[in-house]
């Protein structure tokens, strides 16, 4: 999945009003549990029931100039990330069972894989496979015509240029052709045996807003541009217990922090496409 181009160009501004009326208002309905959509009355009055409350926003935050600021676009946005959520993501969401059956509908295409297929590090019976990024692997294997791939780094992201220009505060998933100068660098966080949404999960967001800023400023400042993909599965996880977190990532998504987020069986369909944007830009 992409942004949409409709936010593509908002400000800071307009983010931090996302963050804003998300928090104060809510993200899902405790109710019926679904993403919540905001009307333009309906973000003014969490403004204006904020401002009741804390005499320091009332200082700070002027009513009239919400109503003049990216008030129909908020609205808009909140209508199109609920819509996204509801008809793209729990569609593409796979359980256990789902993902260990696409990856041995995918696996049986070839007798050998160059690409690894880890496992995760729980014990017993839930001992396996990690399905989704053995999938994202064969996948970028199938597609990039024997070219070069780091399937699995234990280094640091570096960009340099006669020296070192960048280094990136943590170790991703993957990256292509090189973590060296890398075309595109992605992470991978599948959660099918989590019970609760708790604070791993939840530190996988913020890790992928860290990578994005970091990405972002080197974009900015240097003559590097990586494309930065995150796969994500785990319904459960994901769908059931971690909806609020789902708004964020689409947040970052439409901020550009992060390029494509790829979700569950989608990575089938929406990778094939993104590796061949790879091997263009490294033929070139």
Not at 217 to 242: A, M, P, Q, R
Not at 260 to 279: D, Q, R
Request: glycine content about 4%; proline content about 4%; hydrophobic content about 35%.
């Amino acid at each position: 999945m992409r942004p949409d181009k409709r936010f593509q160009e908002m400000k800071r501004d307009f983010w931090a009003a996302v963050k804003f009326v998300s928090e104060r208002g809510g993200y899902t309905d405790r109710r019926t549990r679904e993403v919540k959509k905001f009307s333009p009355r309906e973000i003014i009055n969490i403004y204006d029931k904020e401002m009741k409350r804390n005499e320091d926003l009332q200082r700070f935050v002027n009513i009239d100039k919400i109503r003049d600021h990216y008030l129909n676009e908020l609205s808009e946005y909140f209508s199109y990330r609920a819509n996204v959520l509801n008809e793209h993501f729990k569609q593409n969401l796979m359980n256990v069972n789902e993902a260990e059956q696409l990856f041995d509908e995918i696996s049986k295409r070839r007798i050998q894989w160059k690409a690894p297929f880890p496992e995760n590090k729980q014990s017993g019976d839930k001992k396996k496979i990690n399905y989704l990024t053995a999938l994202v692997n064969m996948i970028i294997e199938e597609n990039l015509d024997d070219l070069a791939c780091d399937y699995d780094p234990h280094k640091l992201p570096l960009f340099a240029d006669g020296v070192p220009l960048r280094v990136f505060s943590r170790r991703l998933d993957g990256a292509f052709p090189s973590i060296i100068n890398p075309i595109a660098l992605w992470e991978i966080k599948e959660y099918y045996y989590t019970t609760t949404f708790g604070s791993r999960v939840a530190d996988g967001v913020y890790e992928t807003i860290l990578d994005g800023f970091e990405i972002e400023e080197s974009k900015e400042n240097t003559e590097f541009d990586v494309e930065h993909i995150l796969f994500i599965d785990g319904y459960y996880t994901w769908w059931d217990c971690g909806r609020s977190y789902l708004c964020r990532l689409i947040d970052i998504l439409n901020m550009g922090l992060v390029d494509s987020i790829i979700v569950g069986k989608e990575v089938i369909s929406a990778l094939p496409e993104i590796v061949k944007g790879w091997k263009e830009k490294f033929n070139s």
